[in-house]
């Protein structure tokens, strides 16, 4: 008798750690089916790759944190900066809209539009003939039904 109340307990305590998503029995190196598996830890170099390589003022845009699905451009840079995407289109549209420190856009912002012929152009052939002002901006920069999205500080 008092073995099978033992081995009914021991059923009840493992059903409630299977339950619970206890991974107590995981590290005896024991498979519990629909136990919680242990997270994987984070990686050491960005999971996200941009679609294609985007430089301002020869910099590249690089992805920084492992979260992000941007480029960053390091240094801040001119106005006038050229801009080369690593592919080839017969047209770059650039939207690039102005934004604060954390890189979230303005409501209501209107975005200063660069298309570009080919694979090079540069920040100041905007649409409106307006050049940047110094600031923090984000890039949408779409060729052949792919966008980079890319921040930048204009000096």
């Known amino acids: 008798m008092y073995g099978k109340t033992m081995a009914l307990w021991i059923a009840v305590v493992a059903g409630i750690l299977v339950l619970t998503g206890c991974d107590a029995l995981n590290r005896l190196n024991m498979e519990v089916p629909g136990a919680a598996k242990p997270k994987a830890p984070a990686p050491a170099k960005p999971v996200y790759r941009l679609p294609f390589g985007v430089k301002v003022a020869g910099q590249e845009a690089r992805v920084v944190g492992n979260d ?68 923090t901006y984000v890039m949408n920069v779409v060729a052949n039904s792919q966008t980079s999205r890319v921040f930048f500080v204009v000096k």
């Open 68 to 135: 992000d699905v941007f480029g960053r451009v390091a240094d801040p840079v001119s106005a006038d900066a050229a801009v080369e995407v690593a592919l080839r289109a017969d047209q770059v549209i650039i939207n690039a809209f102005p934004t604060d420190k954390k890189g979230n856009a303005a409501r209501g912002a209107k975005p200063a539009v660069i298309i570009i012929k080919g694979n090079k152009g540069s920040l100041d052939q905007t649409m409106d003939k307006k050049k940047l002002a110094p600031g």
